[in-house]
Structures are given as structure tokens and as C-alpha cells.
């Protein structure tokens, strides 16, 4: 395998092990287990192969062309900083994944938890590897949404659904946040290749977007990294499972915001506005982070906040904008993850053996899990900033860079004395968690009876915990190469002189060490008889940024009803009203602002048969309409007349495709609308329409008859206006030369406008699916006016019922048209290249073969008969599509880009063959699919007993109103 192929691999293999844990037995912890451990391993590998290079200043980057005249490609680029970073993440997954396996229950849906792990394993290593910010933002937002399935895990409880809510709306607020950045600086440079980003610093900086820039994606990096406003969603998110926050809220998610400053800083660093907004967010979560972490009475609690505490350290070092505290940053931000997912590890092993993780119910549990307090200590202790542990080294060379002069402000002379007041809390929480839960009496009336947990589940904490004592005593050996490549890679040749030594004698920087250390201790023991009460933290017991956030959610939500209240309605036709308004003045909107006029008279001459055609088309609408208020079933055939019209008028103005695509979509609209129409009430003839009722008409009337005018003028405008360039002259000049095809319009749909069409069919398939789902329910009530046995059959679009007997003829047709009809939409989907065909007309043709088979046979024969698979269909059709545009990168090109050739077969001679033939199957396959659930969605209504690919309820849902 090549180095290019390395980043795919890392990036794509926990989104396979992600999908294959799903598919385990629920109970399966064992297997799901050594899945994502081997996953976890296989990117610790290529880490591990990839090390030697990018150690020497290399940087592996692979492309992937996916739009590139809009500047969008699959970019991955690996550099010592997402190096790093792809260590801590499978390195301390791996660690998790183990600790998971014993920290889980068995009742648990266990596949779910691992396979939701791999899947944010996978975005995450694709945000630190992205070469593109949008497909980076992609990466992002796709973290929000798995850190929200994470944290609302146990979903039964109110707790984790509301703490899984709120993380999602402030990560998925910031990162739309983030994505509007990302916008502006590619407009800024012309490209969102990073490499090309990180070299317009000059550009970036000076451009009078820079303000607006740097604070959009300030505020996607804030909301990530839970700093000041935004860090309250931390604190709810700890209702998730322990292996989730040892993993995503202290090594991984929550670095996010970290990275991406890092990331950004060569462009957006170097200005007051960068030192201000970024040094004043990461001072403030730094304090108040570690003064609210004091008060905490849960464990996790405590973690969390003191996370918050440390994420606003590292900002802060960031927002100091120096070379040297960016190296800071980066050494605490991977000292920070090691020392913090241990102690998460410590709290879930305590709360999983004593059932408990209230502080203040917790005491002297050193006597009965020595092993585990003694891994809790340590980790705790490098959290503290003790010596001869990983957090004294990091925590130092913060203190040293703060005594630096910045901008000689007074808040930047007040400073070191600001976090070194700041840093006696840090100490004061590390302590309250060692001697509150550790030492004192034994506990009492504790749920379980503590003791130690299996070896296996310590493990994990306790190689994360050797780590923090390797790198204090020797951090020049171990974690000094690798500090030097991440950093490196962001400061390129201007790194700054730092050391890592352990002692470097009587500093500034260790007196305030050693202020911090003995002031916090004094600060625990004055608090002590404080915090055994439990009282919160005093000054801001009532200011609470999460009662602040459900205000304003509630606030949000009373005003959105108050507008639905105003101007929304649940009903279709005001909803179609307003939307035709709004098209109509849009459409007008041209006409006012450039004077859109005709050039002249229409260049043909009127014919007086296609006219009367047209007048028969506007009869029957008419009449349609007339109708509906009488017979829906006459208004149905009339309408159904309307699209006739409308195929005849293709067919004379030369356009076959479209033609025949009305032709087979105005057939299966019909049928469908006809099995609709049953769960339609009946009308009452003699009730006369209400004077409201009736300028609700005349106003639909009016809108119907401006939107044809305007239809009309704008066509009219078109057809007369000279148009020498036209974007139509290309498709026809290209459409054999570049497509391979003579069928200007079917290859325009799989070629030149493919990922139109591929967004169109998934579309298609959501709204099948959509549609079955809101279906398989329904249970429509019966009407008191009609007698029970006429209303199973009131319209011939009925499916029969399960012992009605065969109808003869008619089923004898159907059948025998079956394979007929089918040898017609094959015709069609092999023609469609070269001829009027497609993949869209000949799956509806198809699906109108089953359409006959439900009319004539009823449901249940059919399915008893017939392995009717749409759901089978609809993920093949956008597996192959999806495959087919993916081919196109083995050979180096965009995707969906087609290659067409010429085959020859015996005794027929050379046939063109084209890559789209295979996407255009894709698209059948879908159609068909997607066609038939929607038949079976609407035949079943009346036949309880089916079968179908998509299992029905184990228990259906009960009707109040009768079941039919």
C-alpha cells in the first residue's frame, strides 16, 4: 500500500468498523469489543508508519477530485500536528475501547455505543486530516451529531436527552458558524485548499472581512471547546455513558475548537483583535471553569467543569499569540488528554463499584480499591501541576509565558498574578477530589459495597497514568520529538528556543508554581466545611448558563409558535397558496427590475390544430376543477386528460424524453391518487359552500391564472430574445463528443448535471421512505355515513381483500402483460443513452407493471407470489449509483465523471458502452423502488397481513377510530 493511500485508510476504516458493529447481536460485547479495538489498532499503526516521514518535515497529502471547478475535492493532508493528534485519538480510543468492554452492561445496546464510538473516531480523525475547511466543516458538524447520539445514549433518561440536545444545538449553532467563515476565506483566497489558505496570511489579514472571518470561526472553535459563554453544555453532557467522556470531553471532541485555532492561527493570529477575543474567552473559562469545579458535588461534575478549566488554559496560551505559547498549547493540549481521561476512567470505575459518584457520600474508599485510588491520585496530582508529572512541565511553561510582556496592558501586567490565583483552585478541586473520596471514615449506605474492579478495567487507566509519569521525569526522551514535529508543522522555521528539562532552578515561573500549590491547599482546607454542606458555589449559585440557554430555547420556541400562529397553517392548500405567491412575485421581480421585453413576433407560425388541442387541455382543467367540487373521481380523469395534453404538446414540440416521461408518470400518478381517494370524507352535495369557502376559490383562481400568465410572458420572452450563447449549444456540441451519447437530455442528466441527479434520487428515496413510514400507522376512520362494506371498495383503485376471489380477465392481462411490460422498460433504460429512454422513465414503466399486478390481483396474492423487495431496490439503486460516480477516482478524476467506449460482440459488431448505463440502472433501481413502497404504503391500508423488506411493528399502534 502507498503512503498516498495511508490517509483514506485512516480516515475510512472506523466508518467500516462503525457500519459492521452495528450489524452484531445485541449482547455481542465481546466481538464488538475486539472490532473496534482492531480498528482502533489499525490506525495506531499507520500513525506509527507514517511517524519516520512526517517527523522529518514531510507531509503526505493525497486529492481526490470530487467538484474542482468550484474548488470542492477530497482532500486529506497529514502534517505533525494531525499526526499527533490521529495518536491521542486512536491511542486513547483504543484505551476506551478496552475499558468500555467492562464498564458497559450486557442489557445495554452495546452495538449501538461502539459502532456510534468508531463513527466519531472516524469525523474526528476527518477534521485533524482535512486539506479542504469545507470538507473539514463537513468532518464537524458530522462530530456534533455522533457526540449527540453518545451523550444521549441512555436515552430513557430525561438527563442525557436534554444534555444531548443541548450540546447539539450550541457545537451545530457554532459550526453553521464556522461554515460562514470558512465561506468568506474562501471567497478571500480563491480556494479552501488549506495549503493554499495557511499561504495567504498577507491577504486574510488585510482583507476588510478579516474582523467578520475571525469572528464566525472564533465562534465555531468556542462552542466546540466549551470556552466563555458556551461552556455550560460541557457540564450537561456528563449524563453520558464514562467511556464517552473519558473519550470525547477530555482527549477528543472537545479539542476540536483547540485544533482548529492552532490550525487557523499563521492567518488569522498576529492582531489586537486575535489577542483580545482569544486571550479574554480562554481567561475567563480558565477562572471561572476552576472556580465552579470546587463546588462540585458529582464527580464527573468536578471533571467537567475542571476540563472547562484547562480547555480555557490552553486557549489562552493561543490567544497570547506567540510562537512559544502556541508550543504551550500544544504540549498541555496532549498533557491534558492524558491525566483527564484517566481520572474520567477513575470516576466511572468508582461509580460502576460503589453505585455512587456523590462526593459528599464518598469517603475513605483508599481501604477497599487501593489500586484504583492510587491511579486516581497521580492523575489528579498531574492535573494539580505537581512536579515530576506531565501537567508541572506544561503548567510551567504556561506561567512563564504569561510573565511575558503581550501588548502592556493592564490586564496583561495583572496577568501572572491573575492565573496564578486562578491555578490555587485548580489545586483546591485536585485536592477535594483525592482526600474527599480516598481518605476519611469508610463509607456508609453506599448502593453497592466498593471494591476493586476487574484488572483488565483498570488497565486502561493505569497505562494513561504511567504515561503522565514518563513524560514529567523524562519529557525531553519521550514527548519532546514529538512536540517538536507538531509544532513544527505550524510555526514552520521559526519554532522558538524552549526546554523541556525537569529543573531550571529558582525561575519566576516555579515561585508561582509553588504559590498555587500551597495556596490551593490552604483554599481546600478553608472550604472544607463549605463544601461537606453542598451548598454550590456562593456568588453564582442562581447564574447558571444553562437555565440562560432553556430561557431563551423557550423563548425561541413561544415566538416560532407565535409566527406559526400568525401566518402558518398545517393545511396543504394555504401552504400551496403562499408558496405559489411568493414564486409569483419572484418571478415577476425580473421583469420590474430589468424591463425583460420581447425582441420581436414569434418566429412560427400559429397552427390552428395545435390550438384546438390546447383548447381541449383547458377544458378538462376546467372541468377538473368544476368537478372536484362533485365527483373527485371525474375530476381525476379529467386531470388525468390535462397531462395527456401536456404529452401531446412534447411530442409536437419535438421533445420525445420528456414526452415519454409524462406519459408513464401521469399513469402512475393517476393510480396512486385513485387508491388516495378512498381515505378522502365524502361530500355532502346539499350543503352549500360558505361565502369564505368561496373567495378562498376565487383567490386560488386568481394566483392560478397570474402564475400561468407569468409562465406564459417568461416563455414568451425566452422564445423571442436571440440567445447567441447559448448554454444549450454546448450540451448539444458536447453531449457525443464528452458523453458518448446522442440523447442530449438523458446525458445531461447522468453526465453533465450527474450530482443533480444523484441528489434528485436520494431525495426520492427519503420521501418513499417517508411516506411508508407516516403510512404503516395510519388507520383512517370510517365514514358514518357510508355502510361498512361499501367503504372497502368505494373506488376501483382498491387493493381486493385477502379471500376476494380472482377477477378473471382482467388478473389474467395483468399477468400476462407483466414480462411484457417489463422487456419494455429494459428497452427503454438500454436506450436511453442514444434514444428517448432513461433510467427514470423506464423505472416508472416498471413500477407500472407491479401497479397493474396490485390493481387486478389485490395485496395480498401479489406479495404471496411475488418477492416484492422495494426497500431492497431503493439501497441498491444508490449503492450503484454512489459506486459508479466513486469509479471515476481510481482513475484520478472528479466523481460521476463517466467514460464511454465501444464494445464488440459477436455477430452484432461494435455497440457504444458508457460508465453512465451503469449509473442510469442505479437511477431505474431507485425509481422502481421507491415507486412501489409508495403503492404498498397506500394498498396495505386495507390488508393488515403483509410482507414486505421493511418489517412492519411487532405491535401496531392501537386506533381509536376503527380498524379497517
Same mark, same amino acid.
Given at each position: 500500500?502507498?503512503?498516498?493511500?495511508?490517509?483514506?485508510?485512516?480516515?475510512?476504516?472506523?466508518?467500516?468498523?462503525?457500519?459492521?458493529?452495528?450489524?452484531?447481536?445485541?449482547?455481542?460485547?465481546?466481538?464488538?469489543?475486539?472490532?473496534?479495538?482492531?480498528?482502533?489498532?489499525?490506525?495506531?499503526?499507520?500513525?506509527?508508519?507514517?511517524?519516520?516521514?512526517?517527523?522529518?518535515?514531510?507531509?503526505?497529502?493525497?486529492?481526490?477530485?470530487?467538484?474542482?471547478?468550484?474548488?470542492?475535492?477530497?482532500?486529506?493532508?497529514?502534517?505533525?500536528?494531525?499526526?499527533?493528534?490521529?495518536?491521542?485519538?486512536?491511542?486513547?480510543?483504543?484505551?476506551?475501547?478496552?475499558?468500555?468492554?467492562?464498564?458497559?452492561?450486557?442489557?445495554?445496546?452495546?452495538?449501538?455505543?461502539?459502532?456510534?464510538?468508531?463513527?466519531?473516531?472516524?469525523?474526528?480523525?476527518?477534521?485533524?486530516?482535512?486539506?479542504?475547511?469545507?470538507?473539514?466543516?463537513?468532518?464537524?458538524?458530522?462530530?456534533?451529531? $455522533?457526540?449527540?447520539?453518545?451523550?444521549?445514549?441512555?436515552?430513557?433518561?430525561?438527563?442525557?436527552?436534554?444534555?444531548?440536545?443541548?450540546?447539539?444545538?450550541?457545537?451545530?449553532?457554532?459550526?453553521?458558524?464556522?461554515?460562514?467563515?470558512?465561506?468568506?476565506?474562501?471567497?478571500?483566497?480563491?480556494?479552501?485548499?488549506?495549503?493554499?489558505?495557511?499561504?495567504?496570511?498577507?491577504?486574510?489579514?488585510?482583507?476588510?472581512?478579516?474582523?467578520?472571518?475571525?469572528?464566525?470561526?472564533?465562534?465555531?472553535?468556542?462552542?466546540?471547546?466549551?470556552?466563555?459563554?458556551?461552556?455550560?453544555?460541557?457540564?450537561?453532557?456528563?449524563?453520558?455513558?464514562?467511556?464517552?467522556?473519558?473519550?470525547?470531553?477530555?482527549?477528543?471532541?472537545?479539542?476540536?475548537?483547540?485544533?482548529?485555532?492552532?490550525?487557523?492561527?499563521?492567518?488569522?493570529?498576529?492582531?489586537?483583535?486575535?489577542?483580545?477575543?482569544?486571550?479574554?474567552?480562554?481567561?475567563?473559562? $480558565?477562572?471561572?471553569?476552576?472556580?465552579?469545579?470546587?463546588?462540585?458535588?458529582?464527580?464527573?461534575?468536578?471533571?467537567?467543569?475542571?476540563?472547562?478549566?484547562?480547555?480555557?488554559?490552553?486557549?489562552?496560551?493561543?490567544?497570547?499569540?506567540?510562537?512559544?505559547?502556541?508550543?504551550?498549547?500544544?504540549?498541555?493540549?496532549?498533557?491534558?488528554?492524558?491525566?483527564?481521561?484517566?481520572?474520567?476512567?477513575?470516576?466511572?470505575?468508582?461509580?460502576?463499584?460503589?453505585?455512587?459518584?456523590?462526593?459528599?457520600?464518598?469517603?475513605?474508599?483508599?481501604?477497599?480499591?487501593?489500586?484504583?485510588?492510587?491511579?486516581?491520585?497521580?492523575?489528579?496530582?498531574?492535573?494539580?501541576?505537581?512536579?515530576?508529572?506531565?501537567?508541572?512541565?506544561?503548567?510551567?511553561?504556561?506561567?512563564?509565558?504569561?510573565?511575558?510582556?503581550?501588548?502592556?496592558?493592564?490586564?496583561?501586567?495583572?496577568?501572572?498574578?491573575?492565573?496564578?490565583?486562578?491555578?490555587?483552585?485548580?489545586?483546591?478541586?485536585?485536592?477535594?477530589?483525592?482526600?474527599?473520596?480516598?481518605?476519611?471514615?469508610?463509607?456508609?449506605?453506599?448502593?453497592?459495597?466498593?471494591?476493586?474492579?476487574?484488572?483488565?478495567?483498570?488497565?486502561?487507566?493505569?497505562?494513561?497514568?504511567?504515561?503522565?509519569?514518563?513524560?514529567?521525569?523524562?519529557?525531553?526522551?519521550?514527548?519532546?520529538?514529538?512536540?517538536?514535529?507538531?509544532?513544527?508543522?505550524?510555526?514552520?522555521?521559526?519554532?522558538?528556543?524552549?526546554?523541556?528539562?525537569?529543573?531550571?532552578?529558582?525561575?519566576?515561573?516555579?515561585?508561582?508554581?509553588?504559590?498555587?500549590?500551597?495556596?490551593?491547599?490552604?483554599?481546600?482546607?478553608?472550604?472544607?466545611?463549605?463544601?461537606?454542606?453542598?451548598?454550590?458555589?456562593?456568588?453564582?449559585?442562581?447564574?447558571?448558563?444553562?437555565?440562560?440557554?432553556?430561557?431563551?430555547?423557550?423563548?425561541?420556541?413561544?415566538?416560532?409558535?407565535?409566527?406559526?400562529?400568525?401566518?402558518?397553517?398545517?393545511?396543504?392548500?394555504?401552504?400551496?397558496?403562499?408558496?405559489?405567491?411568493?414564486?409569483?412575485?419572484?418571478?415577476?421581480?425580473?421583469?420590474?427590475?430589468?424591463?425583460?421585453?420581447?425582441?420581436?413576433?414569434?418566429?412560427?407560425?400559429?397552427?390552428?390544430? $395545435?390550438?384546438?388541442?390546447?383548447?381541449?387541455?383547458?377544458?378538462?382543467?376546467?372541468?377538473?376543477?368544476?368537478?372536484?367540487?362533485?365527483?373527485?373521481?371525474?375530476?381525476?380523469?379529467?386531470?388525468?386528460?390535462?397531462?395527456?395534453?401536456?404529452?401531446?404538446?412534447?411530442?409536437?414540440?419535438?421533445?420525445?424524453?420528456?414526452?415519454?416521461?409524462?406519459?408513464?408518470?401521469?399513469?402512475?400518478?393517476?393510480?396512486?391518487?385513485?387508491?388516495?381517494?378512498?381515505?378522502?370524507?365524502?361530500?355532502?352535495?346539499?350543503?352549500?359552500?360558505?361565502?369564505?369557502?368561496?373567495?378562498?376559490?376565487?383567490?386560488?383562481?386568481?394566483?392560478?391564472?397570474?402564475?400561468?400568465?407569468?409562465?406564459?410572458?417568461?416563455?414568451?420572452?425566452?422564445?423571442?430574445?436571440?440567445?447567441?450563447?447559448?448554454?444549450?449549444?454546448?450540451?448539444?456540441?458536447?453531449?457525443?463528443?464528452?458523453?458518448?451519447?446522442?440523447?442530449?437530455?438523458?446525458?445531461?442528466?447522468?453526465?453533465?448535471?450527474?450530482?443533480?441527479?444523484?441528489?434528485?434520487?436520494?431525495?426520492?428515496?427519503?420521501?418513499?421512505?417517508?411516506?411508508?413510514?407516516?403510512?404503516?400507522?395510519?388507520?383512517?376512520?370510517?365514514?358514518?355515513?357510508?355502510?361498512?362494506?361499501?367503504?372497502?371498495?368505494?373506488?376501483?383503485?382498491?387493493?381486493?381483500?385477502?379471500?376476494?376471489?380472482?377477477?378473471?380477465?382482467?388478473?389474467?392481462?395483468?399477468?400476462?402483460?407483466?414480462?411484457?411490460?417489463?422487456?419494455?422498460?429494459?428497452?427503454?433504460?438500454?436506450?436511453?443513452?442514444?434514444?428517448?429512454?432513461?433510467?427514470?422513465?423506464?423505472?416508472?414503466?416498471?413500477?407500472?407493471?407491479?401497479?397493474?399486478?396490485?390493481?387486478?390481483?389485490?395485496?395480498?396474492?401479489?406479495?404471496?407470489?411475488?418477492?416484492?423487495?422495494?426497500?431492497?431496490?431503493?439501497?441498491?439503486?444508490?449503492?450503484?449509483?454512489?459506486?459508479?460516480?466513486?469509479?471515476?477516482?481510481?482513475?484520478?478524476?472528479?466523481?460521476?465523471?463517466?467514460?464511454?467506449?465501444?464494445?464488440?460482440?459477436?455477430?452484432?459488431?461494435?455497440?457504444?458502452?458508457?460508465?453512465?448505463?451503469?449509473?442510469?440502472?442505479?437511477?431505474?433501481?431507485?425509481?422502481?423502488?421507491?415507486?412501489?413502497?409508495?403503492?404498498?404504503?397506500?394498498?396495505?391500508?386495507?390488508?393488515?397481513?403483509?410482507?414486505?423488506?421493511?418489517?412492519?411493528?411487532?405491535?401496531?399502534?392501537?386506533?381509536?377510530?376503527?380498524?379497517?
Amino acid at each position: 500500500m502507498s503512503l498516498e493511500a495511508l490517509p483514506i485508510v485512516t480516515v475510512t476504516l472506523p466508518f467500516v468498523g462503525s457500519i459492521v458493529a452495528a450489524q452484531f447481536r445485541v449482547n455481542a460485547r465481546n466481538a464488538e469489543a475486539y472490532l473496534a479495538a482492531f480498528v482502533c489498532l489499525g490506525v495506531l499503526a499507520i500513525v506509527m508508519v507514517l511517524y519516520p516521514q512526517i517527523a522529518a518535515g514531510d507531509i503526505v497529502k493525497v486529492t481526490i477530485p470530487w467538484a474542482p471547478d468550484i474548488g470542492l475535492n477530497f482532500s486529506l493532508r497529514i502534517d505533525g500536528l494531525a499526526l499527533t493528534l490521529c495518536g491521542l485519538i486512536s491511542g486513547i480510543g483504543l484505551l476506551v475501547v478496552l475499558y468500555a468492554r467492562y464498564y458497559m452492561s450486557a442489557a445495554d445496546p452495546v452495538p449501538r455505543f461502539f459502532s456510534f464510538l468508531l463513527a466519531f473516531m472516524g469525523s474526528m480523525l476527518g477534521v485533524v486530516l482535512s486539506g479542504n475547511l469545507i470538507q473539514l466543516v463537513f468532518f464537524w458538524e458530522l462530530t456534533s451529531l $455522533f457526540s449527540f447520539l453518545l451523550i444521549g445514549y441512555w436515552h430513557q433518561s430525561s438527563q442525557a436527552r436534554d444534555g444531548a440536545r443541548t450540546a447539539l444545538i450550541v457545537t451545530s449553532a457554532g459550526g453553521l458558524c464556522l461554515f460562514a467563515g470558512i465561506l468568506i476565506i474562501g471567497h478571500i483566497v480563491g480556494s479552501f485548499d488549506l495549503d493554499q489558505v495557511l499561504a495567504s496570511t498577507n491577504a486574510i489579514r488585510s482583507h476588510a472581512l478579516y474582523l467578520p472571518v475571525l469572528a464566525l470561526v472564533l465562534l465555531g472553535a468556542f462552542t466546540k471547546s466549551a470556552q466563555f459563554p458556551f461552556q455550560f453544555w460541557l457540564s450537561q453532557a456528563m449524563a453520558a455513558p464514562t467511556p464517552v467522556s473519558a473519550y470525547l470531553h477530555s482527549a477528543t471532541m472537545v479539542k476540536a475548537g483547540v485544533f482548529l485555532l492552532i490550525r487557523l492561527w499563521p492567518v488569522l493570529g498576529g492582531s489586537n483583535e486575535w489577542l483580545w477575543l482569544v486571550g479574554a474567552a480562554g481567561l475567563i473559562t $480558565f477562572i471561572l471553569g476552576a472556580y465552579l469545579a470546587v463546588f462540585q458535588n458529582d464527580l464527573k461534575g468536578l471533571l467537567a467543569y475542571s476540563t472547562v478549566s484547562h480547555l480555557g488554559l490552553t486557549t489562552l496560551l493561543i490567544g497570547l499569540d506567540t510562537p512559544l505559547g502556541l508550543v504551550a498549547a500544544i504540549f498541555h493540549m496532549t498533557n491534558h488528554a492524558t491525566f483527564k481521561a484517566s481520572l474520567f476512567m477513575a470516576a466511572g470505575i468508582i461509580d460502576h463499584e460503589t453505585g455512587t459518584r456523590d462526593m459528599r457520600r464518598l469517603s475513605g474508599l483508599w481501604r477497599f480499591m487501593p489500586v484504583t485510588a492510587t491511579l486516581a491520585i497521580v492523575a489528579a496530582a498531574a492535573m494539580a501541576g505537581v512536579p515530576l508529572l506531565n501537567g508541572f512541565l506544561s503548567k510551567e511553561m504556561f506561567f512563564a509565558e504569561t510573565i511575558e510582556t503581550h501588548d502592556n496592558s493592564l490586564v496583561d501586567r495583572a496577568l501572572p498574578y491573575i492565573v496564578t490565583v486562578a491555578s490555587m483552585f485548580s489545586v483546591a478541586y485536585s485536592l477535594r477530589f483525592i482526600h474527599g473520596v480516598f481518605f476519611g471514615p469508610p463509607p456508609v449506605d453506599l448502593p453497592r459495597a466498593p471494591h476493586e474492579p476487574p484488572v483488565l478495567m483498570r488497565l486502561p487507566a493505569g497505562i494513561l497514568v504511567l504515561a503522565c509519569l514518563i513524560v514529567g521525569m523524562a519529557p525531553a526522551v519521550t514527548i519532546g520529538p514529538v512536540l517538536a514535529m507538531a509544532a513544527r508543522s505550524v510555526l514552520g522555521s521559526e519554532i522558538p528556543a524552549y526546554s523541556l528539562a525537569i529543573w531550571h532552578g529558582f525561575t519566576p515561573e516555579l515561585l508561582m508554581s509553588l504559590i498555587a500549590t500551597l495556596g490551593g491547599a490552604a483554599l481546600y482546607v478553608t472550604l472544607r466545611p463549605y463544601l461537606r454542606r453542598g451548598l454550590g458555589p456562593p456568588l453564582l449559585q442562581h447564574v447558571r448558563g444553562q437555565r440562560l440557554f432553556d430561557r431563551l430555547l423557550f423563548l425561541s420556541l413561544r415566538t416560532s409558535l407565535a409566527l406559526e400562529r400568525i401566518v402558518g397553517t398545517r393545511r396543504l392548500q394555504p401552504q400551496l397558496r403562499l408558496l405559489l405567491i411568493v414564486a409569483v412575485l419572484a418571478g415577476a421581480a425580473p421583469f420590474f427590475h430589468l424591463g425583460l421585453v420581447a425582441a420581436g413576433p414569434l418566429r412560427t407560425e400559429f397552427d390552428w390544430a $395545435f390550438g384546438l388541442m390546447w383548447c381541449v387541455g383547458i377544458a378538462c382543467t376546467l372541468g377538473a376543477a368544476y368537478q372536484a367540487k362533485f365527483h373527485r373521481l371525474a375530476a381525476l380523469i379529467l386531470l388525468g386528460g390535462t397531462g395527456l395534453i401536456t404529452v401531446a404538446t412534447f411530442v409536437w414540440l419535438s421533445a420525445p424524453d420528456l414526452a415519454l416521461t409524462q406519459l408513464v408518470v401521469e399513469a402512475v400518478t393517476t393510480v396512486l391518487l385513485l387508491l388516495g381517494l378512498r381515505w378522502l370524507p365524502k361530500r355532502d352535495e346539499q350543503v352549500l359552500v360558505p361565502r369564505r369557502i368561496r373567495w378562498y376559490r376565487a383567490g386560488d383562481l386568481t394566483i392560478a391564472i397570474a402564475c400561468g400568465v407569468g409562465l406564459g410572458a417568461l416563455s414568451y420572452v425566452v422564445m423571442t430574445t436571440p440567445a447567441p450563447d447559448s448554454i444549450s449549444r454546448f450540451f448539444v456540441e458536447n453531449a457525443y463528443v464528452e458523453g458518448g451519447g446522442t440523447n442530449v437530455v438523458n446525458v445531461i442528466l447522468v453526465d453533465f448535471r450527474g450530482f443533480d441527479t444523484f441528489g434528485e434520487i436520494t431525495v426520492l428515496a427519503v420521501v418513499a421512505l417517508t411516506i411508508f413510514a407516516l403510512l404503516r400507522r395510519f388507520r383512517p376512520a370510517r365514514d358514518s355515513r357510508t355502510p361498512p362494506e361499501q367503504q372497502r371498495h368505494r373506488t376501483s383503485g382498491d387493493a381486493p381483500a385477502p379471500n376476494q376471489p380472482d377477477l378473471g380477465i382482467p388478473a389474467f392481462i395483468s399477468t400476462m402483460f407483466f414480462p411484457v411490460i417489463g422487456a419494455v422498460a429494459l428497452y427503454l433504460l438500454l436506450r436511453g443513452h442514444d434514444l428517448p429512454g432513461g433510467g427514470f422513465a423506464a423505472g416508472i414503466t416498471m413500477a407500472v407493471a407491479f401497479i397493474l399486478q396490485y390493481l387486478a390481483r389485490g395485496t395480498v396474492w401479489v406479495e404471496a407470489r411475488l418477492l416484492v423487495l422495494p426497500v431492497i431496490w431503493i439501497a441498491a439503486g444508490l449503492l450503484l449509483a454512489g459506486i459508479t460516480g466513486a469509479g471515476a477516482w481510481l482513475f484520478g478524476l472528479p466523481f460521476l465523471t463517466s467514460h464511454f467506449s465501444y464494445a464488440v460482440i459477436p455477430w452484432i459488431g461494435e455497440i457504444p458502452v458508457a460508465s453512465a448505463l451503469l449509473f442510469d440502472l442505479g437511477v431505474f433501481l431507485l425509481v422502481v423502488g421507491s415507486t412501489v413502497l409508495i403503492l404498498i404504503a397506500l394498498a396495505h391500508q386495507s390488508v393488515r397481513s403483509h410482507r414486505l423488506a421493511v418489517p412492519a411493528d411487532p405491535q401496531p399502534a392501537p386506533s381509536t377510530k376503527g380498524e379497517r
